[in-house]
């Protein structure tokens, strides 16, 4: 079975940081792009970042720029998300997710979901 599970969540103070892991089972990826998600209690899911197959390619949302770096590691199976200088509103359970080949910006065409892990940062 296809799986993809996040860990490395939990609480941080604000200006703190976390490294966020994406482990695939079931599957090899190196011929997938990997994006990471957040939802925060009463908001829309959001694009976070997403990094092509080969690692070549990564894009990032605004509000995360400067901050947050993604990679990845195919011979460990895994994508990560680093996160510094963690903000308050940065606030959200984090998923990772693969639309196939290439990144997209459109949510429904990621076809395979991991569980969620909960970051909360907090004084």
């Known amino acids: 079975q296809l799986q993809l599970v996040e860990s490395g969540g939990g609480l941080v103070q604000p200006g703190g940081s976390l490294r966020l892991s994406c482990a695939a089972s079931g599957f090899t990826l190196d011929y997938y792009a990997i994006g990471w998600f957040r939802q925060a209690p009463g908001k829309e899911r959001e694009g976070v970042s997403c990094?092509?197959?080969?690692?070549?390619?990564?894009n990032y949302a605004d509000s995360v720029k400067g901050r947050f770096t993604i990679s990845r590691d195919n011979a460990k199976n895994t994508v990560y998300l680093q996160m510094n200088s963690l903000k308050p509103e940065d606030t959200a359970i984090y998923y990772c997710?693969?639309?196939?080949?290439?990144?997209?910006?459109?949510?429904?065409?990621?076809?395979?979901w991991g569980q969620g892990t909960q970051v909360t940062v907090s004084s």
């Open positions: 997710a693969t639309p196939g080949v290439s990144c997209s910006g459109y949510i429904p065409s990621y076809n395979y």
């Open positions: 990094i092509s197959s080969g690692g070549g390619y990564t």
